[in-house]
């Protein structure tokens, strides 16, 4: 390492000062309203509930904690879990295929679908679930159709269903988005190379395509996941009494069951979860980046 | 069939050709393309159909009795709708323009500047991002209460409003603002500032000519963003809001809950124009300049 002389020390000295200068703002604002919060709905998950609906921080206990284990709570963790799964392997069904098409177009049309596909993705997300229930209410536009179809009028409003559907619907770019980059990052050649070491083309793709988009998958797979996981406007407007998720569970306990501590014990499962998707999208990135370093 | 063509790296069109046979190559690209038009489909139909439906002149949303704007003034002229705008448009200009200077600033800082407490802010930055709504707006609604009994202690008595939406907006506003400025940074000429410095700019100069200039357009694509996304917000409004500060997509949320009304239509077809809009204006500014992808 060669040695600094004091003028570039001075300088960097002065350099580390601009930076620190500069986040301070930023990062205090997080500190306030991202960081403490957080604390704040950890130290809520261990308080007590007051018989009159107070939060009561003396006495601190896993009590909301333990409830997380009983059968109601513990059926309603399983069924957004299991929904936010189908959700997910939904998603990758029919946004591989559709990434793998938009990245083997020509660039011109290539940039040009892929706004076709941001705009929804950025257009606002509570009139399209709106839209959705509109369509599938049960005198709404489908149902009219299929009727006059001959095939009779269908309910699938306020059912598991609909939620899925709706949730693949706001949350399928999700998806599409880190697969098209993975594959439009891809090195094609090794492809080739497979189809010219006679690798059938079914296997080219299962062998060479697929581990070589793998960070995109498990990126798309995340992205998806989570949200479904934690969704409260989706099931709220397409859910029913049956499709009680853990999103719209928390919030009741903020608003008429007044059990903060319970619904802060949840916000603490979602928040985990989400931390532990989140650590398993960047090891894997990371190790992506590694073999595709390798492979260059 | 021979390999008419050997691709290169980046150029994937051309591998289709070796998909399989013939018969299999052309099988698979007709369920890529039919996958793809029904994705679009999937995408597109149901906002199609609200719009159209939102010009029926009918009192039933199901029944069409033909085109007519008369939804449209029934929002327009529904005091609720107009004042829930009111509040939506103030805390969505006001935290932008928040969250634009501090996301800014801090997408600055990370790219290229080493400091105490780097790692920790790079982070955290992202959460905000990939936390779902639900879990921000109660943690807000929490830290609220809490911080609400420690000022009253002082004197004042706070409650929900206003304030407190456009402060939870920014809470999240301000990571989106980072990471589109940042993602500009990144394609940043490093050159260009140090060309700068050769030519004896001060810091405080080359920032303001040179700097500043090249990465506007990321800075008012995260702006852009950020007015978006704080339109559209739902759930953490509807948790910081006390009376009187309903924003227009918690009063369509509550709405809806009570059923589907054409009058519904029409509103969410004036909301879905406008984020339209934005996102357009935003893809057009993030769009790198003479490169080609």
Known sequence: MPSLTPAETAAQRRKRRTGTLIATPGALYLLIFFVVPLGLITVYS?????????????????????????????????????????????CLVVAYPFAYYLATRPPRLRARLLVLVMIPFWTNGLVRVFAIRFLLGSNGPASALSEAMGFGTFRIL??????????????????????YVALERMDWRLVEAARDLYASGAKAFWRVTVPLTRSGIVAGCVLVFVP????????????????????????????????WPLGAALSVL????????????????????????VTR | ??????????????????LGTAGTKRSARRLLKANAWFVFAFLYVPIVVLVIFSFNDSERVNVWQGLSARWYG???????????????????????????????AVALALDRYRFKGR???????????????????????????????????????????VTTVALGHIAFNISFVAVVVRARLDQFDRTL????????????????????PLIAPGIAAGALLALTLSLDDVVISAFTAGPGATTLPVYVFSTIRQGVTPELNAISTLMLAASVTLVVASLALQRPRSTTP
């Open chain 1, 270 to 293: 979602v928040i985990v979860s989400m931390l532990v998707a989140v650590a398993i999208n960047q090891r894997n990135s990371a190790n992506a980046e590694r073999t595709q370093g």
């Open chain 1, 228 to 259: 479904s996981f934690g969704a409260y406007v989706v099931p709220e407007i397409l859910g029913g009494a049956k499709t009680l998720l853990i999103g719209s569970y928390v919030a009741r306990q903020f608003q008429a069951a007044r059990n």
């Open chain 2, 1 to 18: 069939m021979p390999n008419e063509h050997r691709a290169s790296r980046d150029e994937a069109p051309q591998v289709m050709s070796t």
């Open chain 2, 119 to 161: 790692r920790a802010l790079d982070g955290t930055v992202y959460l905000p991002i990939v936390i779902p709504d639900i879990t921000m707006a109660v943690m807000l609604l929490v830290f609220f209460a809490e911080a609400f009994k420690l000022i009253d202690t002082f004197g004042p008595r706070l409650t929900l409003g």
């Open chain 1, 46 to 90: 261990f308080a007590t509930r007051t018989s009159t609906g107070r939060t009561s921080l003396s006495g601190w206990n896993l009590d909301s904690y333990e409830r997380i284990a009983d059968d109601v709570i513990g059926g309603i963790i399983a069924r957004s879990a299991w929904l936010a799964f189908l959700t997910t392997v939904l």
């Open chain 2, 193 to 212: 500032e140090e060309a700068a410095r050769d030519l004896y700019a001060t810091p405080w100069r080359t920032f303001r000519r040179v700097t500043l």
């Open chain 1, 158 to 179: 306020f059912t598991p269903t609909a939620v899925v559907l709706g949730m693949v619907y706001g949350f399928l770019t999700f998806m599409v988005l880190p697969l």
């Open chain 2, 74 to 104: 029934e929002a327009l002229g529904n005091t609720q709708v107009i004042s829930a705008l009111r509040v939506s448009l103030i805390v969505a200009i006001s935290s932008t323009i928040v969250s634009t200077v501090l996301g800014t």
